[in-house]
């Protein structure tokens, strides 16, 4: 605590403006906001004033720093899935946005009727600057036009689809994977099929059904003269989002949005002892398997946990499992099961060799970062996407839940615990981390950069403001059309004009 009040103190003499950023994090899943926190304390810690709304206020209170919560201890909040409802139907991944609009509804609910943000509102504060989550609902970002503040947004996943058109930014089916869908970059046919009409599918809801109940839900608790949100966020400055290339597949990217990946992942801590003597102590090496927060360990079919125990028992390697149970019934003598695990710190010992997960991103980039294979069992969400691409880039394998066996998952854990596959994750987490200043500073400096420009409209491409068609250059492809159509017209009426004449004249010298 004392070298955190010395660089704040610091701070006040070398940061030259210190501004006021409201950030705004309606969701009520922790995985998310455990992204944005690093940048939002940063930001504190550099002497800017930041007000966070959200479900999960900081446990120790810092300068600068002031919470907002939404809710109170009685809200539900989303921290627990049952793994048997998410058994790969495909159906799933085309109704996942209408999922995850059931959710923000509840939770913008939730969030207008709190009592501790209602108390913020009326103090009339003015901004600098706004931060949002671009997620799954866009009704809180009608406080953007109350405070008349330049926004940024930030993605604790890969670009939703219908995020694209706030920056002009190109989202080609032909290669750019749905992050809904379990597609890498290489489409076959009926892939790109399939990824197209997903992404119109997944558009349209969110454009015309999500974003006017959102809509109907802001204008309810600020006011009817509300302007269209859709104006509003249309003119957004920025996209902070937690991706990098060399992980999360390459695409083009307008100025307007961001990279910084693994934002979040603070610096390596000791162990807790009996972990890192189980760690140090094991001869062939660790694998650590964790699910992640929300999919619990009384959720997982028994079947299968007696699947993978088979596995494990077979193997030389010593095993840590995140598991929420006090015990797990037929656990061989090479398994750990703790409720809570650093997981960061257990990924990055050097006697760790592999990692067993569901693809989450936090997750995955941890993997990344300390070059530990992963075997990944993807369950909801972007986490197929995440898992195709890990395994594209020579950092995973895939195992399907639902095809787990004994001998599957033996294999699996053979495959990248192979010497060959370690040098591939490794190369991996090099490409990953080479770069110019590390993620969480490459944010802070990108949101400052607009809260010193103003907004910083002039990285804002003209293909925000335009319509589809000439986006689409449906107008100048018309216009083609119809001038190659003229021409062609002309030349069929030219040339049959032509052989008429020739032949007209041939008959005529016929019949003479």
């Known amino acids: 605590m004392c070298l955190k009040f010395i660089i704040l103190f610091l701070n006040f003499f070398f940061v030259a403006d210190s501004y006021k950023i409201l950030a705004l994090f309606p969701h009520p899943g922790k995985s998310h906001v455990d992204v944005f926190l690093p940048l939002t304390k940063a930001l504190a810690l550099r002497g800017h004033e930041i007000t966070v709304v959200s479900h999960f206020p900081l ?28 058994q790969e139907r495909r159906v799933r991944k085309w109704l996942e946005p209408y999922l995850l609009h ?8 939730i969030g207008y009727q709190s009592k501790s943000l209602r108390d913020f509102l009326k103090r009339n504060e003015a901004f600098d600057l706004i931060i949002a989550e671009f997620f799954n609902s866009n009704c809180l970002l009608g406080l953007v036009h109350k405070f008349k ?14 995020i694209n058109e706030r920056f002009g930014n190109p989202s080609h089916p032909a290669y750019i994977p749905n992050n809904l869908m379990d597609f890498s970059d290489e489409l076959s046919f009926f892939e790109r099929i399939e990824n197209l009409l997903v992404g119109l599918v997944h558009q349209v809801f969110f454009t015309y059904y999500a974003s006017r109940n959102d809509e109907q839900i802001a204008r309810k608790y600020l006011g009817e003269d509300l302007p269209l949100i859709k104006n509003v966020i249309m003119n957004s400055s920025l996209l902070l989002v937690n991706t990098h290339f060399s992980l999360n597949l390459p695409r083009p990217l307008v100025p307007g949005i961001v990279e910084v990946g693994g934002i979040h ?9 009996d972990l890192e003597k189980w760690i140090n102590e094991s001869t062939h090496g660790v694998i650590y398997f964790s699910l992640g ?11 299968k946990r007696s ?21 797990m019934s037929g656990k061989p003598d090479n398994v750990m ?3 809570w695990m650093p997981q960061l710190d257990i990924l990055c010992h050097p006697n760790v060799k592999a990692f067993i997960s569901h693809g989450g991103l936090l997750g995955t980039t941890e993997a990344v970062h300390c070059g530990v294979p992963v075997v990944v069992m993807p369950q909801y969400g972007d986490q197929f996407t995440n898992a195709r691409a890990l395994e594209a880039n020579g950092g995973g394998v895939i195992l399907h839940l639902s095809e787990a066996t ?9 495959t990248i615990l192979d010497p060959q596959f370690q040098k591939q994750a490794k190369e991996l987490s090099a490409r990953f981390r080479d770069r110019p200043l590390p993620p969480l500073e490459t944010a802070i400096y990108w949101v400052e950069y607009v809260a010193r420009h103003r907004g910083a409209h002039h990285m804002r491409t003209a293909a925000v403001d335009m319509p589809l068609y000439k986006y689409l250059l449906l107008d100048v492809i018309a216009f083609l059309l119809l001038v190659a159509g003229l021409v062609f017209a002309l030349f069929f009426y030219v040339t049959r004009a032509v052989f008429r004449k020739l032949f007209t004249k041939r008959d005529k010298q016929k019949t003479n």
């Not at 503040?149 to 219908?162: D, K, N, R, V, Y």
Request: glycine share 4%; charged share 25%; hydrophobic share 35%.
């Open 59 to 86: 446990p120790t209170p810092i300068p600068k720093y002031t919470d907002v919560r939404l809710g109170d201890d009685t809200t539900p909040l989303v921290n627990i899935l049952d793994i048997d409802n998410y």
């Open 337 to 339: 099961i703790q409720k």
């Open 102 to 109: 059931q959710i923000a509804q509840h939770s913008c609910e």
């Open 265 to 273: 992942i603070n610096k390596i801590k000791t162990l807790p002892k």
């Open 149 to 162: 503040a330049p926004l940024i947004g930030i993605s604790s996943s890969t670009i939703m689809h219908w």
């Open 406 to 414: 004994e001998e599957k998952i033996h294999d699996a854990l053979r």
């Open 307 to 327: 699947e993978f125990l088979k596995a494990f028992g077979r193997l030389p390697q010593r095993v840590l499992w995140k598991w929420e149970n006090e015990t």
């Open 293 to 303: 927060s929300m999919i619990k360990g009384h959720t997982f079919p028994d079947e």
